[in-house]
């Protein structure tokens, strides 16, 4: 069956959650948004793109800090309404400079930042 | 810094995203939403226990599938507005009887099932 990203389901704000993870060591990278568009314009560049819902702009990922995400391989889930994105990241993929957005982990009731 | 629930960023239902990985393998394995108190309660039991949108009441993960998630660590992303759980899965995470919810690659414009 071919694909049509308006077959996805989109939340009220017509998005749906994108899943980042590192193709190669399976670390799971970032969680962002996309709508439609951005779900055409990933596949057609092979570049991630997501939509910024504090900008309303569409958010090529590294456009400006060359932290780009180039798309290994892009999976749906069963209710079509998650994305999981293989990526393959260049440079970090959090804004704070961290591999991982994912740092923070909790340990016995504390925080522990972890890069 | 002890972990407060409360200052998770929720949407407007009070809600956040959990990705779950299978803490051995690193497969995510699905994405589902928790409240506070979801989050309270999978760190108090160790089990997963999410928010069901379409029940509107509380999901601890495999209770009657048996498909049970025990939680072996809980991360928060840079905005705090993403959850991350790695779990030892029992069975399949997914409804379907599929190991993983995203088991349907775009390949070439084209879905494949892959499980």
Redesign the interface.
């Known amino acids: 069956?071919?694909?049509d990203p308006a077959t996805l389901t989109f939340n009220e704000a017509g998005l749906i959650?994108a899943?980042a993870?590192d193709h190669a060591?399976?670390?799971?990278l970032?969680?962002a948004w996309m709508n439609a568009e951005s779900v055409a314009r990933t596949?057609a560049t092979g570049r991630v793109t997501y939509w910024s819902r504090s900008r309303q702009a569409f958010w090529a990922k590294g456009e400006t800090s060359g932290h780009v995400q180039e798309l290994v391989?892009?999976?749906?889930?069963?209710?079509r309404d998650?994305l999981?994105l293989k990526v393959r990241q260049t440079g970090p993929a959090?804004?704070?400079g961290?591999r991982s957005?994912?740092?923070?982990?909790?340990?016995e009731?504390?925080?522990v930042v972890t890069a």
């Open positions: 069956m071919s694909f959650p899943i993870q060591t399976g670390e799971v970032m969680l596949l391989g892009l999976h749906v889930d069963c209710d998650t999981l959090c804004h704070t961290a957005c994912f740092f923070t982990k909790v340990e009731g504390e925080e």
